[in-house]
């Protein structure tokens, strides 16, 4: 009686162990790769795991309403080379600034052109002005060259302009009198050589 008792305990027991198993199942790797213990979550049903897939592996999208970010500007680096003229009075203290564009209307700015040297602009010098940063300009053929009209005598005759850009030059063969005219607060020159300019 004692022995029936005890084989109905073990079978109990055994019992017990397999449905405990069958609740908390061992995964095999495949391949022979090692066992892992699968979570007791229950699993998700097949529709829902491909979406949690889905979205886990999806990047974030950019909030709505947010705009992408703006592409950088390219920069180029300038030469300019002024040449004065050699005339009675030519050279100038005023600060000079040059702008130079394309026929598209594309433009590059250099104002207060300065070179560390002391004396620019002085009559029959060539000054150069290298390592100008600004937006990359091709094709230029225009140029609006400008003085504050400072110093006691600021008229300056400009023999030429040069501007270069990588293996580009530019040259405005000027030849005349950059100085106020009427009542304005600088002196102007504008030259063009674009076969046409459409700003």
């Known amino acids: 009686m004692d022995e029936l008792v005890l084989h109905l305990v073990k079978l109990v027991v055994a019992l017990l162990l397999l449905l405990h198993h069958a609740a908390h199942p061992v995964a095999a790797a495949a391949h022979?790769?090692?066992?892992?213990?699968?979570?007791?979550?229950?699993?998700?049903?097949?529709?829902?795991?491909?979406?949690?897939?889905?979205?886990?592996?999806?990047?974030?999208?950019?909030?709505?309403?947010?705009?992408?970010?703006?592409?950088?500007?390219?920069t180029c680096l300038y030469t300019v080379i002024t040449e004065t003229g050699n005339k009675l009075g030519a050279g100038t203290d005023a600060k000079v600034s040059v702008k130079f564009y394309n026929k598209s209307g594309d433009a590059v700015t250099f104002q207060d052109l300065e070179n560390g040297e002391d004396d620019n602009f002085e009559r029959g010098s060539t000054d150069t002005f290298e390592a100008l940063e600004g937006p990359c300009v091709s094709g230029i053929c225009r140029m609006w060259l400008t003085h504050d009209n400072t110093g006691i005598f600021?008229?300056?005759?400009?023999?030429?302009?040069?501007?270069?850009?990588?293996?580009?030059?530019?040259?405005?063969?000027?030849m005349q009198w950059v100085s106020?005219?009427?009542?304005?607060?600088?002196?102007?020159?504008?030259?063009s050589e674009c076969d046409y300019f459409s700003p």
Do not use: I
């Not at 950019?62 to 500007?73: E, K, Q, Y």
């Not at 106020?180 to 030259?191: E, G, I, K, V, Y």
């Open 32 to 74: 022979g790769h090692k066992t892992a213990v699968l979570e007791s979550q229950p699993a998700l049903p097949a529709g829902m795991r491909f979406l949690v897939s889905a979205a886990a592996s999806s990047p974030a999208s950019p909030a709505s309403g947010s705009s992408p970010p703006a592409a950088p500007v390219s």
């Open 154 to 174: 600021p008229a300056w005759y400009v023999q030429s302009v040069k501007v270069s850009q990588g293996r580009a030059m530019k040259t405005f063969r000027v």
């Open 180 to 191: 106020r005219h009427n009542s304005d607060d600088f002196a102007s020159l504008l030259m």
